[in-house]
């Protein structure tokens, strides 16, 4: 075997910009002692590289494919043996890979420790765009690869700009995302101004060279520039009030090494590079390819098909020009998951091969400055949550009340089939995790940290894969309730909140549902109390008085109990008996009594209610015969007379409420 050099390891890396992941493609290779090794490109436009499926690097030699040693720090790296897939090695080359063997996140971080700095934009702030602006396009093709189509001009055109493009199977046009994404606060449509034919080979300026890829990308761009002005493009006409042309896209004939394996292809990315032009310059400028390939199996044979590529690249690549750092791994973006498919910064680019690119988050939406996020507050009740997408999208922040800063939180999202979120993921709720950094962010190194993911989801169903090892099936019990059928996200559950700083959120969700594309549920609350039953109301012995009854309800701590006389209220009482004495309101005809349960930790009960005309209401007694006669009573027991026709009870000295006994019984009376 050969010594490997670290040049050599770094002509597989780059370092350059802000861009899209790489597409996890895997292919199988023939080594040298006749085994089969499947490896998977992974990394982004800084660096990329290939690794075993279970994360070894790998180099190809001049003989054959080899696992790269554990980095020094004199930067050299060592191959020892041939690599081979994980159940085909042998008790050597497993001893050997556990004691020298690089994995890729080990690689990458060596990596970083060397890279370059270089001049970007900083990323992590939006200028909350909005209204309708045009961006210039320029399709470029290079003097040994050509655009594929001849109408090239046309369709892209349509590609970007076109309302319901459904070419190859699309959602839409790049102006439809942005537009759907934004509910129509920003229209972006793009001029593909013209196709030109640059001087040199692809090769030229896709290449990797030293530790860089597509080292002259600006070089390619600013040709670009130069001979559409030649064709007469004026980009003057897209100047802003705040100087320069904001943007400029550029489309390449044939593919991106980002999506397929060609080594000297263009990686599809997003520059800050000043670009002059006659009269002006343009402040950045993004690049990407025409095609993608697919890979097709029958039983007789694999073949590669091309086809246009879908808007997700330019979508994901735009977005960093709107200010969205990656929520990959920029790092290693082959192992540490952050948004998967769950966002167009990171993976969800290439769903449908980036004809349906996922749509925004709430996050991402809400960056932009095209959705507000309301805070929930720390008290029990019940929430609904709108699908995203929906006229009346809505999300919510839960918030670490042990980060003073406000900078960790969670949000709450409804996702639901539409035109931008797939129904093969699924529907319901949504929850990412946010520990914002602005340093993070401007670097773009959100998601960099193993153990410290600063965008990332909770799956319902708490299982996460790297899409090296899964499939979107996988992704489909991530939203609450889910196929799991997860109801509850709390402190210490399975999943739970799993904040970084302090012990606990100290907030929790119950009875998540779903029911017609609305989320729902309890928070703060481990449930909702059950009504009362068997609610009455009968006289006490002294007649007087009323007494209201009902049966005990589970986990209630105390029972509300309100009387009404119509929409007036009588009284308000809390008790923790289930019977409490009402009083008798005795110039009150009907009376209606509600009683509802209460406790601390669940929602009070739907109110339980009876309407009854007052038995011991003073203007329901019935006048007495003339002959009877009673004696008279205050209400408070006094006698005051005896033997007198309930008549003469009228001529009481004092106004009020008397007891009447005679030998038909009591009755009541009120003297006016």
Known sequence: MRTLSLALVFALMSAIAFASPALRLRKTVCQPDGSLLTIVKCGDEYRSFFATTDGYVVVKGSNGYCYVSALDVSGSGDSGVWAHNEDERGLSEELWLNANGTTSENFMAFAASSRAAIETRALGTSDNPQGEVTYPVILVNFSDVSFSITNAVDTFNRQFNEKGFSG??????????????????????????????????????????????????????????????????????????????????????????????????????????????????INSFLVVNELLPTIRRTDAQVDTLYNIEGIGTFCHEFSHFLG????????????????????????????????????????????MGWLDIDTLKTEKQMVKINALGSESENAYYIRNDSDATGCEYYILENRQPSAWYPERLSSGMFVIHVDYNAAAWMGNTVNIVKNHRRMSYVPADNDIKPENESAPRDYQGDLFPGLTG???????????????????????????????????????????????????????????????????????????????????????????????????????????????????????SDMSSIEFENPVGVENIKNAEDAELFDVFTISGIKVAEKVRAEKVKDMPEKGVYILKGKNGVRKIMVR
Not at 190 to 215: H, I, M, Q, W
Not at 334 to 347: A, E, F, H, P, R
Not at 504 to 514: A, D
Not at 545 to 553: F, G, P
Request: some cysteine.
């Open 168 to 281: 190859g199977g699309a959602a839409g046009s790049v102006r439809d995302y942005f537009v759907a994404q934004s509910r129509g606060k920003y229209s972006p449509s793009f001029d593909v101004v013209c196709e030109v034919t640059l001087s040199k080979s692809r090769a030229y300026y896709g290449a990797r060279v030293g530790n860089s890829n597509d080292s002259h990308v600006s070089e390619m761009v600013r040709e670009a520039v130069n001979l559409a002005e030649k064709q007469g493009v004026n980009f003057s006409k897209y100047k802003t009030a705040a100087g320069g042309v904001p943007i400029v896209g550029v489309v390449f004939a044939g593919v991106g090494e980002n999506s397929s394996w060609e080594d000297d292809a263009v990686w599809a990315s997003y520059y800050t590079a000043i670009t002059n032009f006659t009269g002006g310059k």
């Open 324 to 367: 969205l750092p990656d929520f990959y791994n920029t790092y290693d973006s082959s192992s540490l998951v952050g948004m998967s498919w769950w966002s167009i910064m990171d993976y969800g680019q290439y769903w449908k091969n980036g004809t349906v690119p996922m749509g925004y988050s709430a996050y991402e939406k809400n960056f």
């Open 486 to 604: 997860n109801k509850v996200l709390r402190d210490n559950g399975v999943p739970g909140f799993q904040q970084y700083k302090g012990a606990g959120m100290g907030k929790f969700l119950t009875g998540i549902s779903e029911d017609n594309g609305i989320v729902s549920f309890l928070y703060m609350a481990e449930g909702t109390l059950a009504k009362p039953e068997n609610l009455k109301v009968i006289p006490n012995s002294d007649v007087t008085s009323l007494t209201a009854q009902w049966d005990a309800v589970e986990n209630a701590k105390a029972y509300n109990v309100s009387v009404w006389d119509g929409d007036k209220t009588l009284l308000t009482r809390q008790t923790e008996n289930c019977t409490l004495d009402i009083g008798g309101f005795e110039s009150v005809k009907n009376l209606k009594v509600t009683v509802g349960a209460t406790a601390d930790d669940y929602m009070d």
